[in-house]
């Protein structure tokens, strides 16, 4: 939004700015955020910047945890949710050092800034453009807790088909079971609360190709994004999850990304559309190839699939991930790739069929992810596969251009599949972490702090009895 600080100050003094909130992303992909009077802002802060303990953050310690991160002018933006009129940008993390501040190795965005710049020196392309859709779920209501005697959440939507019988004032329209895809109002009570956040998203620069509801009967919806460079979709990523949560709040209702909260129902994909470009020029479009798809897109996809069990610690970093990816729900559990098969985790649009249009999608990742993690995996196992020219059809990955669920046991054996467990994702990448830490863009402290942390957490659920284990066991 603004070039320098002089344009900065100007605005907010043209437009009343009261207050200048910084956001940072956590290692898990939470915004933390630090507010300022607006005339605080000085050549000071840009040089300098503020400071904050990293060690709250989830990042592995460095010499210290005294960090400091500088205001990204370049990405404000006027928050519609604040009380008080403000401007929200984004800080970059630094670590403090002599004789001036070095950008922090861990920090998401700083992934996904090397992730690109290694992309340029390998010369294979100088841009990956991507599209991500966004599916998640709007309840209304939510109430979850874990007591060493107690496990339990109950969720609410006016919509959905169990409140059939609800003898309330109810006036029908209930969406049945996974019945949910692309239905109309009155039934898609969500169709104005997806209107009012797409005109908040194209305010902050954010393109939406389309809105609609998902197959989820209870309140589940999509929205789908026009294609921008991978740092800046990381960005509007981030951008695009706060304006949903809150518009969700300020509307009496609440929103989530879990990939899985409703049992026997849909899931949330964040499916990831990409193609490279160099020297804006295609490079994923060959009119003899498979599907229209260059020798270079096969090798991206190559890329892809060798290391798709090592991608998913970080595309579908949840315990909660791994119920999504289970056959029967539209959502990928083979490692594999076609057109048009949406039960492959790569799958080509037939109907992307212009040079500029060719891509593929990655079906796997979902919305507990960190964005720069995850796009910067996906394009570092891409890039892997076109330095090592991997075929995926003579790596035995397909096409599969049939019904992957529908084959039978023995024929089901042949094929691979993508991790059933966050253990089994993080085992994977133990073991395959060389093309994330190729050219020094993933940093080996932060693999090892991200297994670490994942760990702990599914230790956590796996020692927590649940309560389907007393239906199956309690009177044995």
Avoid at 218 to 232: A, D, K, R, Y
Avoid at 423 to 443: K, R, W
């Amino acid at each position: 939004m603004f070039s320098n600080l002089e344009q900065t100050i100007e605005f907010c003094k043209n437009n009343n700015i009261k207050m200048i909130d910084f956001m940072m992303v956590d290692l898990n992909g939470r915004w933390r955020h630090l507010t300022i009077p607006a005339e605080r802002l000085t050549e000071h802060t840009m040089e300098h910047g503020i400071g904050f303990d990293g060690s709250n953050y989830g990042f592995a310690p460095v010499e210290k945890s005294d960090m400091v991160f500088i205001p990204n002018l370049s990405s404000g933006y006027i928050d519609a949710f604040a009380e008080i009129p403000t401007l929200a940008m984004i800080g970059d993390i630094f670590v403090i050092d002599l004789p001036k501040n070095r950008r922090f190795d861990q920090d998401p965005r700083n992934v996904a800034i090397n992730a690109q710049e290694y992309m340029k020196r390998t010369g294979i392309a100088d841009e990956m453009r991507i599209g991500p859709e966004f599916e998640f779920h709007v309840f209304d209501h939510i109430s979850y807790s874990v007591t060493p005697n107690s496990s339990k959440f109950n969720i609410d939507v006016e919509q959905a088909q169990w409140n059939t019988g609800n003898e309330g004032h109810n006036l029908g329209y209930k969406t049945a079971l996974k019945g949910g895809y692309h239905l109309a109002p009155p039934t898609d009570r969500l169709s104005g609360f997806r209107s009012r956040v797409t005109l908040l998203m194209e305010k902050q620069g954010i393109r939406v190709k389309y809105h609609h509801h998902e197959v989820g009967g209870p309140g589940q919806v999509e929205i789908e994004l026009e294609f921008g460079s991978m740092l800046e979709m990381a960005d509007k990523t981030m951008i695009s999850k706060y304006l949903i949560k809150n518009a969700a709040i300020s509307e009496n209702k609440t929103a989530t990304f879990m990939p899985k909260p409703i049992y026997a129902e849909a899931g949330n994909g964040m499916h990831v559309h990409m193609h490279l470009f160099k020297d804006g020029e295609p490079l994923f479009y060959d009119e003899n190839g498979y599907s229209q798809l260059s020798e270079t897109a096969m090798n991206f996809i190559g890329g892809l699939l060798t290391h798709a069990k090592a991608l998913c610690a970080f595309t579908n970093p949840s315990t909660n991930s791994y119920k999504r990816l289970v056959p029967g729900y539209e959502a990928p559990v083979t490692i594999g790739y076609a057109t048009s098969n949406r039960s492959s985790v790569v799958r080509v649009p037939a109907y992307a069929k212009a040079p500029r249009d060719k891509r593929f999608e990655f079906r796997s990742p979902d919305g507990t992810c960190n964005p720069y993690y995850a796009y910067s995996a996906i394009l570092m196992a891409g890039l892997d596969g076109v330095q090592k020219k991997i075929d995926p059809h003579k790596e035995g990955y397909g096409p599969y251009d049939f019904n992957l669920y529908n084959l039978p046991p023995d024929k089901q054996r042949m094929i691979r599949h993508l991790p059933r467990s966050l253990d089994e994702a993080l085992d994977s990448l133990e073991t395959d972490n060389d093309f994330l830490t190729a050219g020094g863009v993933f940093p080996p402290r932060l693999l090892e702090v991200w297994i670490k942390n994942k760990r702990c957490e599914t230790e956590r659920y796996n020692q927590l009895p649940h309560p389907v284990e007393f239906e199956l066991y309690y009177d044995l």
